[in-house]
Nanobody, 119 residues
Framework: QVQLVESGGGSVQAGGSLRLSCAAS????????MGWFRQVPGKERESVAD????????SYVDSVKGRFTISRDNAKNAVYLEMNSLKPEDTALYYC????????????WGQGTQVTVSS
């Protein structure tokens, strides 16, 4: 079992930057593959970025490639999402998630942190 708490959301103008953090507790953090997702009301939750257990492999949805960077610090039990060149369409509730098996769905979720980008 792992608990996840996101922070770092807020309101920013287009072109600005934010850094989201996700603090994990209750498990051996390096056992977990981590991901960031986002959701807009009325739409399905979207996978934004994933990172492997030791940060060797990352992946991104096309719409954020070159602008967002996912990273993790296993010593601090944390995963981060650096977001640059933000666009109004990045506005969403952002969640971090964890799974212990690369071939299963994410089964641990945080409560989310709101990101609002104004034009």
């Amino acid at each position: 079992q792992v608990q996840l708490v996101e922070s770092g959301g807020g309101s920013v103008q287009a072109g600005g930057s934010l850094r989201l953090s996700c603090a994990a507790s209750g498990g051996t953090f390096s056992r977990f593959y981590m991901g960031w997702f986002r959701q807009v009301p009325g739409k399905e939750r979207e996978s934004v970025a994933d990172i492997s257990r030791f940060g060797v492999t990352t992946s991104y949805v096309d719409s954020v490639k070159g602008r967002f960077t996912i990273s993790r610090d296993n010593a601090k039990n944390a995963v981060y999402l650096e977001m640059n060149s933000l666009k109004p369409e990045d506005t969403a509730l952002y969640y971090c998630a964890a799974r212990t098996d690369l071939h299963t769905k994410y089964n641990y979720w945080g409560q989310g942190t709101q990101v609002t980008v104004s034009s």
